[in-house]
């Protein structure tokens, strides 16, 4: 029996999957993909021969019986998810059920959507002195969400905030990230970072379901939101980090003293 190998497919560009999980892909006999989500062309890493199946039509169980046969056949399974699997990627019930079945299986992360998303914005998520601090979350839709993380008390943090799979909530997303943020706050609205039809619109967050109505952006698009947003949006100046300060001491470098005028 081998291990199934859950592995995140980063966030669309095939170039970003980590080497453990281009090689995972390399070496397995069978495939199973996130077909509406995760980009065909990234199963390239895998090995000709290899089969590939798409979950998007099959269940939990049936997913889970695929995954199963083929370990205890000895073949080599990865179940490949977009982004990192640990967010919103649905393998809890998967690990549980292939635990019940005594089916060993291994987790190898990939890169997310909003990391993916900042790095082509040039975004600090975690300026000093304005924000130490990323939530990331989801407006309430078809699947509630505890309400204690209900998106305006999130907001009223006033820290950077991812929101994931929230566009078909723009008119109650945007509502409550006004009242957290103010209505005029920048939002960046970010269409399939990384892919080759990625796309980045600005708006506010009294402007939300209006934008994304008008630029027909949909469950593909990730919102950012926060003062960090805000600061790169204006161009707006941010205290420099202390760790590269000449007076500002660590365990690899003294402090330098300034001596004289």
């Known amino acids: 029996m081998t291990p199934v190998l859950f592995v995140g497919a980063g966030p669309g560009d095939p170039d970003l999957i980590t080497v453990a999980g281009r090689d995972a892909l390399a070496e397995a006999d069978l495939v199973i993909h996130a077909g509406s989500l995760v980009n065909p062309d990234i199963l390239a890493w895998a090995r000709p021969g290899a089969r590939r199946v798409d ?10 019986d ?25 393998i809890h019930e998967q690990l549980t059920a292939l635990e019940a079945r005594g089916v060993p299986a291994r987790v ?3 890169v997310t959507s909003a990391l993916a998303a900042a ?21 309430a839709g078809r699947t509630p969400v505890p309400e204690k993380e209900n998106l305006q008390a999130l907001a009223e943090v006033g820290a950077s905030l991812a929101l994931y799979l929230s566009a078909g909530q723009g008119e ?6 006004a009242r957290g943020y ?80």
């Not at 979950?55 to 889970?64: C, F, Y």
């Not at 990865?78 to 990192?84: A, E, K, P, Q």
């Not at 109650?172 to 990230?177: H, P, T």
């Open 55 to 64: 979950s998007a039509p099959l269940t939990l169980g049936e997913i889970v």
């Open 108 to 110: 190898i992360p990939g």
């Open 182 to 261: 103010g209505p005029e706050a920048p939002l960046a609205l970010c269409y399939r970072a990384t892919w080759p039809d990625a796309r980045l619109v600005w708006t506010t967050c009294g402007q939300l379901d209006a934008t994304l109505k008008a630029e027909g952006l949909d469950r593909h698009t990730l919102i950012l939101a926060g003062p960090a947003v805000a600061a790169l949006h204006g161009r707006a100046s941010a205290p420099a980090s202390r760790l590269y300060d000449p007076g500002f001491s660590h365990g690899h470098r003294a402090a330098k003293r300034h001596d004289g005028p």
């Open 172 to 177: 109650e997303a945007g509502r409550a990230l």
């Open 119 to 139: 790095a082509g914005l040039g975004l600090e998520f975690t300026l000093p002195e304005i924000t130490q601090t990323l939530i990331i979350t989801r407006a």
């Open 66 to 90: 695929l995954m199963a046969q083929g370990s205890q056949a000895g073949r080599k399974v990865v179940r490949l998810h977009t982004g990192d699997p640990s967010l919103y990627g649905a």
